[in-house]
């Protein structure tokens, strides 16, 4: 990198505005996808009922935006390609903000490194048209066209070569203007949207607009399928000025990905830190490792309470009490999948089942049969037995009779214990097979949170010599949490600038590493500003003793304990899946059953 010498004073240059939209436009658009949100979101401050988007190459030859909504008159045409212009707020509150766009920048950026068509007609005017290439406007034409706006977006980035080489595929592309459609779609459900790719003639995406009483629930299907709703949980919680609604996962409905999670904020969608870890700390302890939890949630507050103009592409917002959102995001989500008890995702029973259906075998001819071998082999079948010493139940399966249990209870009447782990209930209308072993080890696992919970204190125990840490600004920050570290067992002092005395530990955790522990919880604090890690390494222990205190695979059990177990699931929190978030128990139904015997 050459660099000016020092000796030589470097003149000082008003960039032009051709070369300002420019980067501008680095900042606003990044790939096709970043345009067509800009676009749309336009669209839907304008009031339109009806978008259509069109695309070409992935978004990078074509990007048509068309729109129902109020339009612009011939004089504002101009204006609407001039950077900062908006009609979206007059500039005196920055704060009060309550449309998707108001910088400006999106059309002005656009129109500096692409070829941008621009026609529009408002009610009480005649339509018009203006186009702007690389920067340089023409003048307004007449035109044709219904009420509404129409941007046509072409070859994007050519005024700008160098950032076409770090454009993906037209694959890759197409997929994620797909993935903007639909979070913006489930933002407005109420609108209807359709995504079309020019080069293979078909609609990527479309959704008609939403009726009925439960707008956002029809929508979340439509976008997240069926089987997402199936397996969701409602939310609907309210705590110091915020609103937390939408739809959360079961933790046995996960993904292997964060592709699944869509974060609304004034309907808004945004990728915020804050939120998405308070998203992954109210499935704590649910989800098994590498999954990641599902949901689309809305949380609505007072315009003022957020700030959204944190970056161009505003998708980052900054709360005024960014506790209080991320508490009620941790606090619903917990109390939700507390409440769903022993749910567990439906998807189970379908992968049991496909793991059941027969491999397909060959078929036999009866040419190719000699009525000999027919013959031979009927002779040497042995005589047929009672049919209770024929099908040989009684070694391989610990039988429980028919009893007046009810079997229209949630996880049914227990019937029998398969190889010592596996409990098959019956219920009214399928059955119901239970991991015993996993299911009793999420049981204890909740009792000891209960217990340690309603001690008000985690215990802990005093280190004869104690032990000083050196964390530097951290132990400020931790010196900040100190009577909330005290409750979980962790008692710290400060010993002189940036050091902390360590006086005692959890006594759960045993002769655990201080100052590793309050390292990590330190970064924890600067990075997130508050910290879990404590309360997972007690979580974890209390895990490890509740998986050495349960039901062993292996144990048979009687008819009596088997259908404990399963009226205690019923009552437990979170017992739809065991402490490493696999299910605890699968449900195939009766109609499922009978398809696999072809009936």
Known sequence: MTRHDPNICPVIRQLDEAAANRIAAGEVVERPASAVKELVENALDAGARRIEVAIAGGGKRLIRVTDDGCGMTPADLPLALARHATS??????????RSFGFRGEALPSLGAVARLTLTSRAPGHDAAQIAVEAGRIGPVRPAAGNRGTVVELRDLFFATPARLKFLRSDRAETQAIAEVIRRLSMAEPGVAFTLSDE????ILFRADAETGDDLHAARIGRVMGREFLDNAIPLDATRDGLQLTGLAALPTYSRGAAVAQHLYVNGRPVRDKLLI???RAGYFDVLAAGRHPAAVLFLT?????VDVNVHPAKAEVRFREPDAARGLVVSALRHALAGAGHRSSSTGGAATLAALRPEPQPILRPAAIHPAAIRAAWEAQAPMPGLAEAAGFAPAAARVEPEPDPTDAPLGAARAQLHENWIVAQTADGIVIVDQHAAHERLVYERLKAQAQAAGRIPSQALLIPEIVELGDGADRMLAVAEDLDRLGLVIEPFGPGCLAVRELPAALGHADAAALLRDIADDLADLGRSDRLQSRIDAVLSSMACHGSVRSGRRLTGDEMNALLREMER???????????PTWVELKLADIERLFGR
């Open 277 to 279: 870890g308070a998203l």
């Open 199 to 202: 080069d293979a003639g078909r």
């Open 88 to 97: 979206k707020i007059d500039g005196s509150d920055l704060l009060a903000i």
């Open 572 to 582: 437990t929190p979170r017992s739809g899946q065991c402490n490493h978030g696999r």
């Open 301 to 305: 507050c007072d315009p003022q309470g």
